[in-house]
């Protein structure tokens, strides 16, 4: 990371940040034993096709979760005066990963290529923005006892925090990949995108479509969507 600060007045300071992060070898569960799609395949001869043969599902723990992480930090903070103090801040920031999940269950689609999900980490925001106040509230200098001790001394504090969304995927609900259930976990087929207009259609129910459910389709039989 890199951090350059300025004081802009006597009582106001800004400073602006990189920092940025790489990681390797992070752990996580993992499906040790997958069906292997093969024509004929089906779900009643899941077991049969697993990579070793009547075991069942295996889940275990393994290394093979990378991730970067880069962003750009821009604060303003203004010392108390006058009762008042104000801190704010900015952060422009991407987060990529190939698996955001951790041990206990599996969300790995292809458990045989991990790296088929790298893409922005489930907790990826790409905007934040912070604004923190704190007043100090004027003294009654007319009081005095216990009536000072209650009523004097008192701080006001808000914070305000806007983020965009956080990233999703749309899952197909299915197990066409025949890769079989996972302990814990189910199946993690994607849906097909067939159009590039994901975007909530106007005039819909939001809290119905959060995007546009006719951009996506079953995936096909053996793929992982």
């Given at each position: 990371?890199?951090?350059?600060?300025?004081?802009?007045?006597?009582?106001?300071?800004?400073?602006?940040?990189?920092?940025?992060?790489?990681?390797v070898?992070g752990?996580?569960?993992?499906?040790?034993n997958?069906?292997?799609?093969?024509?004929?395949?089906?779900?009643?001869n899941?077991?049969?096709?697993r990579?070793?043969?009547?075991?069942?599902a295996l889940?275990g723990?393994?290394?093979?979760?990378?991730?970067?992480?880069?962003?750009?930090?821009?604060?303003?903070?203004k010392?108390?005066?006058?009762?008042?103090?104000?801190?704010?801040?900015?952060?422009?920031?991407?987060?990529?990963?190939?698996?955001?999940g951790?041990i206990?269950?599996?969300s790995?689609?292809?458990?045989?290529?991990?790296n088929?999900?790298?893409?922005?980490?489930?907790?990826?925001?790409?905007?934040?923005?912070?604004?923190?106040?704190?007043?100090?509230?004027?003294?009654?200098?007319?009081l005095?006892?216990?009536?000072?001790?209650?009523?004097?001394?008192?701080?006001?504090?808000?914070?305000?925090?806007?983020?965009?969304?956080?990233?999703?995927?749309?899952?197909?609900?299915?197990?066409?990949?025949?890769?079989?259930?996972?302990t814990?976990?189910?199946t993690n087929?994607?849906?097909?995108?067939i159009?590039?207009?994901s975007?909530?259609?106007?005039?819909?129910?939001?809290?119905?479509?959060?995007?546009?459910?006719?951009?996506?389709?079953?995936?096909?039989?053996?793929?992982?969507?």
């Amino acid at each position: 990371n890199m951090t350059m600060e300025h004081e802009l007045t006597s009582n106001m300071g800004l400073s602006v940040a990189y920092i940025g992060s790489h990681t390797v070898k992070g752990m996580s569960s993992m499906e040790f034993n997958p069906a292997i799609y093969a024509p004929g395949a089906t779900e009643a001869n899941v077991d049969s096709r697993r990579i070793y043969p009547g075991i069942g599902a295996l889940q275990g723990v393994t290394d093979f979760e990378y991730a970067n992480y880069n962003s750009l930090q821009v604060q303003l903070k203004k010392r108390a005066q006058r009762g008042l103090m104000i801190i704010g801040n900015y952060v422009y920031s991407k987060c990529m990963d190939n698996n955001s999940g951790t041990i206990g269950g599996v969300s790995v689609r292809n458990k045989l290529d991990p790296n088929l999900d790298y893409g922005p980490c489930d907790f990826d925001h790409t905007n934040a923005a912070n604004i923190s106040l704190l007043y100090n509230l004027p003294r009654m200098g007319s009081l005095h006892g216990i009536a000072d001790v209650a009523l004097n001394g008192w701080q006001l504090t808000s914070i305000i925090t806007a983020t965009t969304g956080s990233p999703f995927s749309v899952n197909s609900g299915k197990d066409n990949s025949l890769s079989g259930p996972t302990t814990n976990s189910g199946t993690n087929d994607n849906a097909d995108q067939i159009s590039a207009d994901s975007a909530r259609p106007a005039g819909v129910n939001q809290l119905q479509e959060w995007f546009n459910t006719g951009a996506y389709v079953e995936n096909k039989l053996g793929t992982y969507g």
